[in-house]
């Protein structure tokens, strides 16, 4: 029903940003909430950010806030997540999710895996010291 297609990975010093973006195919883009998750070498995949379905409610992981935005244009059926600041530990696969539930994300919800429905096939964000 969805497809994303993520793109923006590279490398890049730390100290540095860069935007990553994900497109999403689909006839109710706005109907789904959106996150970015992140998975490096040796660990499970982790929760960065994520944004409610009008983009009004925002949540982040305590590791990024503050360093990282997530927003959405629903008429793009685009989500980005701009990292700035970057750090040797934010080097990691990135992935994008979407997920539709009949409740509202809560932050508890909007950081679990089970809660998206679709997923990205990743980029590489590569943070050198």
């Known amino acids: 029903q969805v497809q994303l297609v993520e793109s923006g990975g590279g490398l890049v010093q730390a100290g540095g940003s860069l935007r990553l973006s994900c497109a999403a195919s689909g006839r109710t883009f706005s109907s789904y909430a959106m996150a970015w998750f992140r998975q490096a070498p040796g660990k499970e995949r982790e929760f960065v950010a994520a944004?409610?379905?009008?983009?009004?409610?925002?949540y982040y992981a305590d590791s990024v806030k503050g360093r990282f935005t997530i927003s959405r244009d629903n008429a793009k059926n685009t989500v980005y997540l701009q990292m700035n600041s970057l750090k040797p530990e934010d080097s990691a696969v990135y992935y994008c999710?979407?997920?539709?539930?009949?409740?509202?994300?809560?932050?508890?919800?909007?950081?679990?895996?089970?809660?998206?429905?679709?997923w990205g096939q990743g980029t590489r964000v590569t943070v050198s010291s």
């Open positions: 999710a979407a997920g539709h539930r009949s409740k509202p994300l809560t932050t508890a919800r909007a950081a679990e895996i089970d809660e998206y429905d679709y």
């Open positions: 944004i409610s379905r009008s983009g009004g409610s925002t």
